[in-house]
């Protein structure tokens, strides 16, 4: 996230300004929104994100690793004057990620994202980002990315499924108060809640928090080698990770795909709760 981008962000989010022309959210429906880019995966990006996530280096790259070439569409929509909800303050909630099959280090991806309309939710109101990434016509990985905007709370709403299974931690990860401004560098996610105890501190939380992409990373990290080509990784993300930290990564098999998550190793609450399974 640029600094200019960061500043669109940023600025919806601040009394009076947010009432200026070209700042001010019009409330529009969203699923009108759409960006698309082109970009070439590069080897010296491919390296510096796994070394930050735990990848082992390969000529593919890892799984998790084009939502990060399409996180600049995701801001520039959110940073539109039609999408309902500034971007400081929503949450990212889940993620499904699709590959069909490895993107090869110099392929040049065409990235695509759009939005869903906004739909009720139990806490508030969410909305979906669909992205997906072809070469040379053929969709090679595709992902939707749920954010919910807290509000008033819909008890007749439906709650969103998704990945429910916490696997008990067998194996703890100690995370240095760095991991945000290191996931931050390769991402191009600078939102201040990641970067300091301060920045954090002033949006709400009592130190920094990893990013909800980083630990879904780094809990892929952890089974990439047991992945097929063609998987789906399903996602929820539950309580943030404070940095400095300790977490505990479990894993067990189930059909057709393994069930993972992160946990607390003081009380085995679940920061992270996921599952993946084979595609056809």
Same mark, same amino acid.
């Given at each position: 996230?640029?600094?200019?981008?960061?500043?669109?962000?940023?600025?919806?989010?601040?009394?009076?300004?947010?009432?200026?022309?070209?700042?001010?959210?019009?409330?529009?429906?969203?699923?009108?929104?759409?960006?698309?880019?082109?970009?070439?995966?590069?080897?010296?990006?491919?390296?510096?994100?796994?070394?930050?996530?735990?990848?082992?280096?390969?000529?593919?790259?890892?799984?998790?690793?084009?939502?990060?070439?399409?996180?600049?569409?995701?801001?520039?929509?959110?940073?539109?004057?039609?999408?309902?909800?500034?971007?400081?303050?929503?949450?990212?909630?889940?993620?499904?990620?699709?590959?069909?099959?490895?993107?090869?280090?110099?392929?040049?991806?065409?990235?695509?994202?759009?939005?869903?309309?906004?739909?009720?939710?139990?806490?508030?109101?969410?909305?979906?980002?669909?992205?997906?990434?072809?070469?040379?016509?053929?969709?090679?990985?595709?992902? @939707?990315? @749920?954010?919910?905007?807290?509000?008033?709370?819909?008890?007749?709403?439906?709650?969103?499924?998704?990945?429910?299974?916490?696997?008990?931690?067998?194996?703890?990860?100690?995370?240095?108060?760095?991991?945000?401004?290191?996931?931050?560098?390769?991402?191009?996610?600078?939102?201040?809640?990641?970067?300091?105890?301060?920045?954090?501190?002033?949006?709400?939380?009592?130190?920094?928090?990893?990013?909800?992409?980083?630990?879904?990373?780094?809990?892929?990290?952890?089974?990439?080698?047991?992945?097929?080509?063609?998987?789906?990784?399903?996602?929820?993300?539950?309580?943030?990770?404070?940095?400095?930290?300790?977490?505990?990564?479990?894993?067990?098999?189930?059909?057709?795909?393994?069930?993972?998550?992160?946990?607390?190793?003081?009380?085995?609450?679940?920061?992270?709760?996921?599952?993946?399974?084979?595609?056809?």
């Amino acid at each position: 996230m640029a600094a200019t981008t960061l500043l669109r962000a940023a600025l919806p989010s601040i009394p009076v300004v947010n009432q200026l022309p070209g700042v001010r959210k019009t409330g529009a429906d969203p699923s009108s929104l759409h960006e698309v880019r082109f970009a070439t995966v590069t080897r010296a990006h491919v390296t510096s994100y796994a070394a930050v996530c735990g990848f082992p280096v390969k000529d593919v790259v890892p799984l998790t690793f084009p939502h990060v070439l399409a996180f600049p569409l995701h801001m520039a929509v959110m940073s539109s004057p039609d999408f309902p909800f500034p971007a400081i303050g929503t949450v990212h909630l889940a993620n499904s990620i699709t590959r069909h099959r490895p993107v090869e280090i110099g392929e040049t991806l065409q990235l695509e994202v759009h939005t869903s309309a906004v739909q009720p939710h139990p806490k508030g109101r969410a909305i979906d980002f669909l992205a997906r990434a072809t070469a040379d016509g053929e969709t090679v990985w595709e992902s @939707t990315s @749920t954010y919910l905007r807290r509000g008033r709370d819909n008890p007749d709403a439906d709650a969103p499924g998704g990945p429910d299974h916490v696997v008990p931690g067998r194996v703890t990860w100690r995370l240095g108060s760095d991991v945000g401004r290191r996931y931050a560098a390769v991402s191009g996610d600078h939102n201040p809640i990641h970067l300091y105890r301060l920045t954090a501190r002033a949006l709400g939380f009592p130190r920094q928090i990893a990013h909800g992409m980083w630990s879904l990373a780094r809990c892929v990290a952890a089974l990439e080698n047991r992945l097929p080509d063609a998987v789906t990784v399903d996602a929820a993300f539950k309580k943030p990770i404070l940095l400095p930290g300790t977490v505990a990564f479990g894993q067990d098999p189930v059909e057709s795909g393994i069930s993972f998550a992160l946990t607390s190793p003081r009380n085995g609450a679940p920061h992270v709760v996921g599952r993946t399974r084979s595609v056809s």
